[in-house]
T-cell receptor, first 113, second 112 residues
Framework: SAVISQKPSRDICQRGTSLTIQCQVDSQVTMMFWYRQQPGQSLTLIATANQGSEATYESGFVIDKFPISRPNLTFSTLTVSNMSPEDSSIYLC??????????FGPGTRLLVL | SQKIEQNSEALNIQEGKTATLTCNYTNYSPAYLQWYRQDPGRGPVFLLLIRENEKEKRKERLKVTFDTTLKQSLFHITASQPADSATYLCALISGGYNKLIFGAGTRLAVHP
C-alpha cells in the first residue's frame, strides 16, 4: 500500500493568511484527492487532482479559495487562502491505488484564530 | 436528498463481545461500499470493501454485510478487543470516478 506523508502535521494561523499543505506519496499515482474533516463531521471531498490537468472541485469549493498544484505523480499541494476561523479543520490527502481502494495521509490539523 | 447515516452515538461494549455498526444510505445506488477505521489524529485506514452483488465479506474478525434492498451495510467485529476502539466510517462511491462519500462515523469503545 502507498505511504503518504503530509506537512505540516498541524498549524495555528491568523485570520486572513494562507497556508499551503504538502502531500507526498512514496509511489507514482494517477489520482490524488483532498478532503476536509471538520470537528465531529464526516470527510468531505474538496477536489480531485490529476497530474497534468486542472483539479476538479466539488460543489461548495472553489479554486480561488483552495488552489491545488499537482506537479508530478508523487506530490500535490493544497493552499487554504484568506483563512477564517471556519476553515479550522483537518485536511487530508488520499491516493487511489486501485479503483476500489484509497489510502489516506495522516492529515493536517489547522486552527485559524 | 442523498444521505449516508451512521449512528452518531458512541457504541460501548465489553471486551470479547461482538460489535455491530450500521450504515444506511438513501438515494444512492453504489456499486460497492467501503469501511474505514480512523484513530484520533490520524487519517482513515481502509478495512473492507463489499460489492453490490456480495451479501457478506469477511476478514479475520471483521464481517461486513450489504443489503441493497434495505440500503444498509452492517459492520461486525467479533471477539472485540480494547485495541478495536476507534471511529469506523462507511463510504460509498458516487459518480463515474472514485469519489468517496463518507458517513460521519460511529465511535466504538471496547472496555476491558
Amino acid at each position: 500500500s502507498a505511504v503518504i506523508s503530509q506537512k505540516p502535521s498541524r498549524d495555528i494561523c491568523q485570520r486572513g493568511t494562507s497556508l499551503t499543505i504538502q502531500c507526498q506519496v512514496d509511489s507514482q499515482v494517477t489520482m490524488m484527492f483532498w478532503y476536509r474533516q471538520q470537528p465531529g463531521q464526516s470527510l468531505t471531498l474538496i477536489a480531485t487532482a490529476n497530474q497534468g490537468s486542472e483539479a476538479t472541485y466539488e460543489s461548495g469549493f472553489v479554486i480561488d479559495k483552495f488552489p491545488i498544484s499537482r506537479p508530478n505523480l508523487t506530490f500535490s499541494t493544497l493552499t487554504v487562502s484568506n483563512m477564517s476561523p471556519e476553515d479550522s479543520s483537518i485536511y487530508l490527502c488520499s491516493v487511489e491505488e486501485s479503483r476500489e481502494t484509497q489510502y489516506f495521509g495522516p492529515g493536517t490539523r489547522l486552527l485559524v484564530l | 436528498s442523498q444521505k449516508i447515516e451512521q449512528n452518531s452515538e458512541a457504541l460501548n461494549i465489553q471486551e470479547g463481545k461482538t460489535a455491530t455498526l450500521t450504515c444506511n444510505y438513501t438515494n444512492y445506488s453504489p456499486a460497492y461500499l467501503q469501511w474505514y477505521r480512523q484513530d484520533p489524529g490520524r487519517g482513515p485506514v481502509f478495512l473492507l470493501l463489499i460489492r453490490e452483488n456480495e451479501k457478506e465479506k469477511r476478514k479475520e474478525r471483521l464481517k461486513v454485510t450489504f443489503d441493497t434492498t434495505l440500503k444498509q451495510s452492517l459492520f461486525h467485529i467479533t471477539a472485540s478487543q480494547p485495541a478495536d476502539s476507534a471511529t469506523y466510517l462507511c463510504a460509498l462511491i458516487s459518480g463515474g470516478y472514485n469519489k468517496l462519500i463518507f458517513g460521519a462515523g460511529t465511535r466504538l469503545a471496547v472496555h476491558p
